[in-house]
């Protein structure tokens, strides 16, 4: 592998194997069979040369309140059910911030690893900014959203705070790009994100995975708003194999959106970081464009330092 420096700017961490597994299912699409922990991390950056990987934190809030109000018995008068579903939302809540608090933790007993909290946009407006200002004193460099998880639209107006918050803090924000599972990819289709760089034109925000399955998309907004910045987590780990882009197909989107605004990543532990590391040093691209990749830009863009 050729010395360059390797930022990590799109990982999943869990606090045991058994959690990751668990979260991760049956997403993994290269067969790999990690399970998202530090240590398990760690090991693969040396492996890979990677000097520094960004935490982007995930909780899914949305199947999780389904699954819990699909318990609430069908007897209970409408008061008790009130009560039950609130229950659920306190439940939901406590959990989020646990999840948010150990991710900053696990930054501050790590130098090399850079945390991103998130939250869901049913969560009261007031309490998404104190969580981010509590976070923030923490350690926390910036935000993971993830739509199509969440079941809501990058737009919908009770994010817009937040969104405000992370401008006048100079946070980015990191959401997913592009195809999910069951359909819900269109909660997260590039095109969903013209309002909040209308909206909010000092916020620096990514798009994961180069909005992968719907290309035309991330070329639009590239052309529209000098915010907007992407990484290439997954649709480089899948250039050249089946159902991936050609590998000149894929560099000249990246030339073509920018290569000033593309980081690396790998979505570990859905995605093996070593294997995704060198797929990316392996494409056409120069030099200078991939220490541009693989690391400069994610330094830049999410003001890494």
Sequence with gaps: MPDIEIIDAHTHTYASREIGLRAKGDAATDGNTLGGTIEELEAAM???????????????YADMREAAIAKIPATLVDAERAKAEADIEAMLLGRQQRRNQWTCEVAQQHGNLIPFITFDPSMPADTICAEIEERGRQGSKGIKLHASLGKFHPYDPRLFPAYDLAQERGLPVVFHGGAFFGGRGEYSRPKNFKEIATRFPRLTFALAHLGQGYIDEPRELAGLYAQV????????????????????????LVREVGVHRVQHGSDYPYLDPVRAAAKLLSLPFTADEQRLIAADNARRLLRLG
């Excluded at 890979?48 to 899914?60: D, S």
């Design 46 to 60: 040396g492996l890979g040369r990677i000097r520094r990987a960004v935490m982007l934190c995930l909780h899914p």
């Design 229 to 252: 910045a992407f990484d290439c987590s997954a649709i480089v780990s899948s250039a050249g194999e089946p159902g991936g882009m050609p590998p000149q197909e894929l560099v000249a």
